[in-house]
């Protein structure tokens, strides 16, 4: 891979990283709820799944996958079932605070289990799939040897969503006493309990034309 394809492929995964979605949304949440411990476990796990999709892409899957309705529709439901399960699990610690008036939980989330939480998080999410599958072909040259060519691109993948999930996961821990209060802990779980719920919502009505 030359370097000028390379800044290309950089640049695509830049905004892709910078884009809104579930891995920011859960990197965020775990830095407000667990501090810069559980904000980098969360982005690690974030970076496994990254590590399975774009081998599923390496094999061909991806694009079996992409043409096969009914594997993507299973996916599609159960990702999304995921989200949803993650944001009930905040709106829980929500409700349960206002019916028993028991001390607020920060989200449900045990900081042990973080990274496979990570891992699912991304994994929930086929867009991420067939994304790889449409950009990474593009910057393949199959007169070359492969293995060193994914080897670059899981690099350049990982280091650059790293930088920019660590990045919202460190602010998230930066501003984790600002939301200390019962009060505001209570409003954050309802935020991001919604979002979660938003995200698989939005996930299933997702048509892939």
Request: aromatic letters at 10%; one cysteine or more; glycine letters at 10%.
């Amino acid at each position: 891979m030359n370097l000028h394809l390379w800044l290309t492929f950089c640049f695509a995964n830049l905004l892709t990283s910078l884009s809104p979605g579930p891995g920011a949304l859960a990197a965020m949440n775990a830095g407000l709820a667990q501090g810069s411990r559980g904000g980098w476990r969360m982005v690690l796990g974030l970076q496994l799944a990254l590590l399975l999709q774009l081998l599923v892409v390496a094999l061909g899957a991806g694009a079996l996958l992409a043409s096969s309705g009914r594997a993507f529709l299973a996916l599609r439901w159960g990702g999304a079932a995921y989200l949803i399960l993650l944001g009930l699990m905040q709106l829980r610690a929500v409700f349960k605070h206002i019916q028993a008036n028991a001390p607020m939980d920060k989200t449900g989330w045990r900081i042990e289990g973080m990274v496979w939480r990570g891992v699912w998080v991304n994994l929930s999410n086929p867009k991420a799939i067939l994304f790889q599958a449409a950009l990474v072909p593009h910057f393949i040259d199959l007169t070359r040897p492969l293995a060193r060519q994914y080897l670059i691109i899981a690099v350049t993948m990982c280091l650059i969503d790293t930088l920019i999930m660590g990045a919202y996961a460190a602010l998230a821990a930066r501003l984790a006493p600002w939301f200390a209060s019962e009060r505001l802990a209570r409003w954050r779980n309802l935020a991001f309990g919604l979002l979660f719920v938003g995200f698989g919502g939005a996930l299933l009505s997702w048509q892939t034309g």
